[in-house]
């Protein structure tokens, strides 16, 4: 199995940044589709963006189209997510994920989870 460790989150102000990373660890990175979900206070847990294995091809949800970028780095078994634009609504836990068979895009699609990293966006 794969470990996943997300870093980055914190407290900005709108329309600030941030960048959040998710360091892997155990079985072959190269071998998973990656993805970013966050889970607001009260809401379900939703799909944020995901990246194939080489990272050629991205998907992101409507919501963070044109602000939020998801990257990745094979050498370092690393994947990122620069939100940019930030707006409160985006304020949630986000969770690195992991998926063997496709871009994870749902949660059933997900083969693992980090433990999450906490993003406060104030007016």
């Known amino acids: 199995q794969v470990q996943l460790v997300e870093s980055g989150g914190g407290l900005v102000q709108a329309g600030g940044s941030l960048r959040l990373s998710c360091a892997a660890s155990g079985r072959t990175f190269t071998n998973y589709r990656m993805g970013w979900f966050r889970q607001a206070p009260g809401k379900e847990r939703e799909f944020v963006a995901g990246i194939t294995r080489s990272g050629s091809f991205t998907y992101y949800a409507d919501s963070v189209k044109g602000r939020f970028t998801i990257s990745r780095d094979n050498a370092k078994n690393t994947v990122y997510l620069q939100m940019n634009s930030l707006k409160p609504e985006d304020t949630a836990v986000y969770y690195c994920?992991?998926?063997?068979?496709?871009?994870?895009?749902?949660?059933?699609?997900?083969?693992?989870w980090g433990k999450g990293t906490l993003v406060t966006v104030s007016s």
């Open positions: 994920a992991a998926g063997l068979r496709d871009v994870p895009q749902t949660t059933y699609g997900v083969d693992y």
